[in-house]
């Protein structure tokens, strides 16, 4: 199973008994789970059943599912008139025309069009309502689909960002011992021409103290540590991996800032500043994984 974006779009569409049903889902980052439907009234009682069928398949993110429902041109299907309802419509019209002499009078099209006149004989609540949930799992699927390949062009940016990472990481190892030789010979020349007769013992308590601070292999062992989660967790973990991205890029970040105030030359410097860009560039995007 692939990292997965919390980002994604899907829609479904469909017809049901003389309507039509439009769903879409949008998804943004959240830090947690947040569903939200927007739905006529009529579906409103089938919310929390879609809720599930939604938290099934996404762990984090702010979902809105919008559900619309419009009349759509009857092909084939049976209709029944609501002779009641248009009866009263035409009675309502007379009266009000009676009383405001300046109304027009309704037609056919203006009483057939009023909600609830006419509608297809198959439907009903059950069957509306198992149409809905037929289409969230159509959008669902889609929904999966594509936060899921945008999931593989998240892991494929960090993954190139890691091994940038790694070059740097090793190049800086490979030349720190010489940047420490080249600092310790400037410090015998500089301490050779302020001081005749150089106290020796001093010099190597001196070193003793620069080479404390200097030790950066902790810090190696570390990057090396993170960057190797970091690559284990966006390659084959499984689940909600976001926060643990997170969390190790704070790591990663930890390291690369001691790494810089340790530095002993210009080139270890850089060296951290280029992780920690590389490090905020993997950051940005990780706020988008699930």
Known sequence: MS?????????????CGGKRINLDIRAVNHRYLDVQFKMPDEL???EAA??????ETAQRGKIECRIQ???AVATGAALSLNRELAAALADLNDELRGQWGGLGKLTVADILNFPGVLAAQDEDGETLALAVKSLLDDALGEFAAAR???GEKLREHIL??????????AALEARFPQLIQVH?????????EAVANIDDDRLKQEFVLFMQKADVDEEFSRLKTHIGEVR?????AKGSVGKRLDFLMQELNREANTLGSKAVAAESTQASVELKVLIEQMREQVQNIE
């Open 3 to 15: 990292i997965r974006s919390m980002t994604g779009f899907a829609n479904a569409a469909g017809e």
């Open 160 to 169: 190139q960002r890691l091994d940038a990472m790694e070059q740097t990481v």
């Open 184 to 192: 310790l010979d400037k410090t015998r020349a500089r301490l050779a």
């Open 148 to 150: 899921a390949r945008e």
């Open 232 to 236: 284990r967790v966006v390659s084959g």
């Open 44 to 46: 409103r009682h089938l």
């Open 50 to 55: 879609l809720r599930e069928r939604v938290a």
């Open 69 to 71: 429902i419009q009349k």
